[in-house]
């Protein structure tokens, strides 16, 4: 899932109880119309 907020603590919590793993990444990247870095959180989670 991605998300154009920061980690959400909750969010983040649920995962981890609902599944075997989870993370939260913050990935960065250069947006040309901002012109600047901006950055976003993408949430992986998978049941084993």
Known sequence: M???D???????HA???A???A???IV???SPL???ECA???YVARRL
Do not use: M, N
Not at 6 to 12: A, H, S, V, Y
């Open 28 to 30: 960065t990247f250069p």
């Open 6 to 12: 920061p980690p959400d603590e909750q969010f983040f």
């Open 19 to 21: 599944f075997a793993d």
């Open 40 to 42: 976003s959180t993408v």
């Open 34 to 36: 901002a012109e600047h």
């Open 15 to 17: 995962l981890d109880h």
């Open 2 to 4: 991605w998300s154009d």
């Open 23 to 25: 993370r939260a990444h």
